[in-house]
């Protein structure tokens, strides 16, 4: 069977936070929004959340890649997200990397390209 779609799913205790910190900080779009499943879009890329009752600490995976790192660090810290680590030059990698933890308590990496 060929495949549909690829998503990667977070957990959210607030789903109305969640979709607000995704679609204010990083300008995802609204795909599907519930109170327990939601669905943010970018391109072909879905970002989905369930709801949890208790908080999860997730380390998800998911690496985000923004045109400036640092200003996307302070946007994340603005919308009630942690930074865990700031978005540092990776010694012989074309990338700067960061790690956030968003409202949630789901952790993302967060890139910038800045070539070879």
């Known amino acids: 069977m060929p495949v549909e779609k690829v998503k990667i799913m ?8 969640a979709v607000t910190f995704y ?4 300008g995802l779009q609204e795909g599907y929004v519930s109170e327990y499943w939601s669905e943010l879009l970018f391109g072909d890329a879905i970002i989905a ?10 380390v998800s995976g998911l690496s985000i890649q923004v045109d400036d ?4 660090a302070t946007a994340i810290t603005q919308a009630g ?10 010694e012989g990698e074309p990338i700067k990397l960061g790690r956030f933890r968003d409202p949630e308590g789901n952790e993302v990496m967060l890139t910038e390209w800045v070539g070879e």
């Open 49 to 58: 959340f369930h709801a949890c009752s208790e908080e999860k600490l997730n």
């Open 23 to 26: 679609t204010g900080v990083f």
């Open 81 to 90: 997200g942690l930074i865990l680590e700031q978005p540092e030059q990776r």
């Open 10 to 17: 977070l957990y959210a205790q607030d789903m109305g936070r």
């Open 69 to 72: 790192a640092m200003a996307t």
